[in-house]
DNA sequence: GTAAAGTATGAAATGCGTTTCAGAACAAGC
DNA sequence: GCTTGTTCTGAAACGCATTTCATACTTTAC
């Protein structure tokens, strides 16, 4: 298996011209096109995909940082911008960080090392002035609200979306709300709280339960909302699968819902359809398509996606 | 930002020493060490890991395919790839393939390519023999059953897993059992049919329901199972996802679990325990860091990992 | 004191494709 | 017939780190 100068050896030219064919350029006789061909097909040439990056300063390649690859609402993204990138002919090397700020350095790193062309962070634990003194070593787009920064992002309004569903409780005649985050100190939760806040005053909602990510943090926060002796009336969820572990647990403890609570989840995922469950469209997977878009943009944007309450019989 | 050779110019030292110094090799002296280390930072170097990729002729990346990167059963096996190769320091790249055969060839060609140390086939549509043609151009394991084969393979067994599940239905008293499954004509559901076979005779089971693989499907199947005449009085679910599906949809349409039907998922996804679903654990997770493990060990092995039936509430 | 073993270092080869630049060859335009 | 514009082509530079080989200098070992 020979390289480019073995080709060229064979085929009686140089080597640019072996490269202009590999290549598809214009201007080269048909003779020594063929000529190329068939030495290279007598060779079995395969190009060395790294010795191409390496020439071309440029991998086709873009990171993607994210915590958890197995929860829907990582993989929905994802799948999204894995859509995007397969069109665009672009590879994918993923970052499982489990939102280890450790791993997202490492991540990082790769653009320094110009093993990736950009990133995508789809969440993260590490301060974003970490994430901006990368800036110059490529693209980076993340999925969270960024107006005014020097990278790009996409986003769901994770204030309005809060903010509507809490007005929609309300005029529903729900007066106790409680909800839940997957961190008490990430941008989604401090949106939350403003949210709450601008609804119902300074005190802080004392219904809050963080740490919700998955099915079981939903039977585990059903069962200590079962044990307070203040129940809020509704909960609005982190997403539809901490919604669900809820909403079972829930029915299994006893309660009836939405008779003793009503429940909004997030996402609409299929399993909220199947619940009967109440939820906040997101869409994820669009969200990840514009992403990739972005990553592959000179230009700095942020960008908006819309959500949509779905109102099932969870309320 | 220089390179090797600025580095050496600067440090009056070789590159081969500035090589030495940057890979923490023994026998460079103190000073010169020192000298590299300082050059180093005063020009800002960062290595072009391109370059060491040519160099090395790896890339210490992994190549992993997969349908869809979104749906917890494939996650999971993702996720205990992730797990395994960040403890060895390798890097993912990812294909969502949806199962098209183009884009699984374009993935196998990373390996030909060199883009690629090996690769992970997670699920696939291609033939294996197609697969076999690359096994010259690096490693490969496959997640299903290969015995004597030449590429390495760690699978569920998913026969014998069925028909311990069958046995179990047959033992509580079902006589007319139904199952689900993914693709009409894959591996999975060959030995669903063996096992079919085995504990009911030749005449094919008439309650076999395909393309199920979410939610919806089994909402959909569920449909379709209360419009049968004959119905089967069990049902054995391609995973926990489309059993949730099925189970909430038989319960909307007045049916009861297990009164009516029977119903046992896979994987034992939260969602399982939470509907208080019976279930066939799989060690996806698990399943995942073997195959990350194989695809760097240069022998061929084909690895088993177990199952485990859960009893709930289902049946 | 001499052989053997270990430490330290650089030149040069290696991995390989891309791209620029200069020039040649030939066709078209006036 | 001469200028201008196209089409072709190859030499050489470029991207960059790794690794082998030969060599020289120190230490131990006996």
Redesign the interface.
């Known amino acids: 298996m020979g390289n480019i100068h073995d080709i060229a050896r064979l085929a009686g030219v140089s080597a640019a011209t072996v490269s202009r064919v590999m290549n598809d350029y214009p201007y080269v006789s048909k003779e020594k096109r063929q000529a190329v061909l068939e030495a290279a097909e007598q060779l079995h040439y395969?190009?060395?995909?790294?010795?191409v990056?390496?020439a071309r300063g440029k991998?086709e390649?873009i990171g993607v940082i994210l915590p958890?690859?197995?929860?829907?609402y990582f993989?929905?993204i994802?799948?999204g911008i894995?859509?995007a990138a397969?069109k665009r002919g672009y590879?994918?090397?993923?970052?499982?960080t489990n939102y280890n700020v450790i791993?997202e350095i490492e991540a990082l790193n790769?653009l320094?090392?110009?093993?990736v062309d950009g990133l995508i962070v789809i969440s993260r634990e590490c301060p974003l002035e970490l994430i901006e003194d990368y800036s110059g070593c490529g693209r980076i787009v993340l999925c969270e609200a960024l107006a005014g920064s020097s990278l790009s992002s996409v986003f769901v309004n994770q204030y309005e979306a809060f903010q509507s569903t809490l007005s929609f409780l309300k005029e529903k005649g729900k007066t106790r709300i409680g909800y839940s985050v997957l961190r008490k100190e990430g941008k989604s939760s401090n949106a939350r709280k403003k949210a709450y806040e601008q609804q119902f005053g300074k005190a802080p909602c004392h219904w809050v339960f963080d740490q919700a990510l998955?099915?079981?943090d939903?039977?585990r926060i059903a069962g200590k909302w079962a044990a307070l002796s203040d129940r809020p009336d509704s909960m609005i969820i982190t997403n539809d699968?901490v919604a669900?572990?809820f909403l079972?647990?829930c029915r299994?403890l006893g309660f009836s819902i939405p008779g003793d609570v009503s429940l909004i989840g997030f996402d609409n995922?299929?399993?909220s359809?199947?619940?009967?469950l109440s939820t906040v469209e997101l869409p994820l997977?669009q969200l990840g398509t514009i992403a990739f878009e972005q990553v592959l943009s000179s230009k700095v944007s942020h960008k908006e996606v819309p959500f949509q309450l779905i109102e099932r019989g969870s309320v």
Do not use: C, D, W, Y
């Not at 320094?112 to 093993?115: D, V």
């Open positions: 395969e190009k060395n995909i790294n010795a990056h390496l991998t390649t958890f690859v197995s929860h829907p993989g929905m994802l799948s894995a859509e397969e590879k994918l090397l993923i970052m499982q791993q790769m320094k090392l110009k093993q998955t099915v079981e939903g039977t699968f669900a572990g079972l647990e299994r995922h299929p399993i359809a199947a619940l009967s997977q």
